[in-house]
């Protein structure tokens, strides 16, 4: 069990606007940047977005994210079928350590 | 274009050690603004980070496995490695290097493809 909450899986249709959560707690999230990683089938996870909203070079504008307090989201607008994948929310947590969340498995219906 | 590349045993027998080298091209380790970093995934699990060394030689390990656990760089190579000691079937997981910055070190920008690793007798 992921000290980084996030729900195990969440769909859309091609074109729907859809959220995935990450919720932490004031050692973490509360205090620390959130990044997002997209891990598609059988490849390595790549940044998707770090220090809570910003884009890596690359990353289409669909993906945003954003942070409130203890809790984070991912949200992907104009749905694709590549968007198909796995999703990590991570953010350091002062006990010392990295944390990811346990991963939500989006299905483009 | 920054890369990185794992290498090392597929399969590793219990209590033994895990040994993997992580070869970075495209970019110096040497580099104050990056920590260079290890995470694994378990078989159909969610990712776990290992921990991070910098150019100075300093690291920082998950406390889970610390006890266990090295991470050394080599400068002249260009490469950083793991090792982790007393391995059981626990430890089977593809083991990601990765290079994450210096204000955020679970920034990760740039992964490895991933080495799959097997504690089997």
């Known amino acids: 069990q992921s000290v980084l909450t996030q729900p195990p899986s969440a769909s859309g249709t091609p074109g729907q606007r859809v959220t995935i959560s990450c919720s932490g707690s004031?050692?973490?999230?509360?205090?620390?940047?959130v990044n997002w990683y997209q891990q598609l089938p059988g490849t390595a996870p790549k940044l998707l977005i770090y220090?809570?909203?910003q884009r890596p070079s690359g990353v289409p504008d669909r993906f945003s994210g954003s942070k409130s307090g203890t809790s984070a989201s991912l949200a992907i607008s104009g749905l694709q079928s590549e968007d198909e994948a796995e999703y990590y929310c991570?953010?350091?947590?002062?006990?010392?350590?990295?944390?990811f969340g346990g991963g939500t498995k989006l299905t483009v219906l | 274009q920054v890369q990185l590349q794992e290498s090392g045993p597929g399969l590793v027998k219990p209590s033994q050690t895990l040994s993997l080298t992580c070869t970075v091209s495209?970019?110096?380790?040497?580099?104050?603004?990056?920590?260079w970093s290890w995470i694994r995934q378990h078989p159909g699990k969610g990712l776990e980070w290992i921990g991070y060394?910098?150019?100075?030689?300093?690291?920082y390990y998950n406390p889970s496995l610390k006890s266990r656990l090295t991470i050394s760089l080599d400068t002249s190579k260009n490469q950083f490695s793991l090792k982790l000691t007393s391995v059981t079937a626990a430890d089977t997981a593809v083991y990601y290097c990765?290079?994450?910055?210096?204000?955020?070190?679970?920034?990760?920008?740039?992964w490895g493809q991933g080495s799959l690793v097997t504690v089997s007798s």
């Open positions: 495209g970019g110096s380790i040497s580099n104050s603004n990056f920590y």
């Open positions: 060394i910098y150019y100075s030689g300093s690291t």
């Open positions: 220090s809570n909203s």
């Open positions: 990765a290079r994450s910055n210096y204000y955020d070190s679970i920034l990760l920008d740039y």
């Open positions: 004031s050692s973490n999230v509360g205090i620390n940047p």
């Open positions: 991570a953010s350091w947590d002062d006990t010392l350590k990295g944390l």
